[in-house]
């Protein structure tokens, strides 16, 4: 079953993956095993979670699992923030990173809603 490459959360959780790696590169490299590393493992959680929840066997589970992935959409928000004021980020970064972050918040937000009902 992998019908959740279809979903439009995970490919936007995808391509915020590949941003997030692209856009820390250039953190300070003693941040490697500190922020850079926390940052890239919520981005990757987001898919991650979202792609197991549908492995799953009822939509309880699958909703649990989107709960698990906004909690990592909020906790990478907050990532992002911090690094943005440390100075690791340019604010044209931030603000790309931001929206794409918001928007999949937002998606996973309904997603759940709708499953729920």
Same mark, same amino acid.
């Given at each position: 079953m992998?019908y959740?490459?279809e979903?439009?959360?995970?490919?936007k959780?995808?391509?915020?993956?590949t941003?997030?790696? &692209?856009?820390?590169?250039?953190?300070?490299?003693?941040?490697?095993?500190?922020?850079?590393?926390?940052?890239?493992?919520?981005?990757?959680?987001?898919?991650?979670?979202?792609?197991?929840?549908?492995?799953?066997?009822?939509?309880?589970?699958?909703?649990?699992? &989107?709960?698990?992935?906004?909690?990592?959409?909020?906790?990478f928000?907050?990532?992002?923030?911090i690094?943005?004021?440390?100075?690791f980020?340019?604010?044209?970064?931030?603000?790309?990173?931001e929206?794409?972050?918001?928007?999949?918040?937002?998606?996973?937000?309904?997603?759940?809603?709708?499953?729920?009902?």
């Amino acid at each position: 079953m992998n019908y959740f490459k279809e979903l439009k959360v995970w490919q936007k959780a995808i391509e915020l993956v590949t941003n997030t790696y &692209l856009r820390t590169q250039a953190f300070p490299k003693e941040e490697l095993y500190g922020l850079t590393s926390q940052i890239r493992r919520c981005a990757v959680s987001i898919p991650s979670n979202i792609a197991e929840g549908c492995g799953r066997k009822t939509e309880k589970d699958f909703s649990n699992f &989107l709960g698990i992935a906004l909690g990592s959409a909020f906790e990478f928000e907050t990532q992002l923030i911090i690094s943005k004021n440390l100075s690791f980020i340019q604010q044209e970064d931030f603000s790309v990173l931001e929206s794409k972050i918001q928007h999949i918040q937002n998606m996973i937000i309904k997603l759940q809603k709708s499953i729920e009902k």
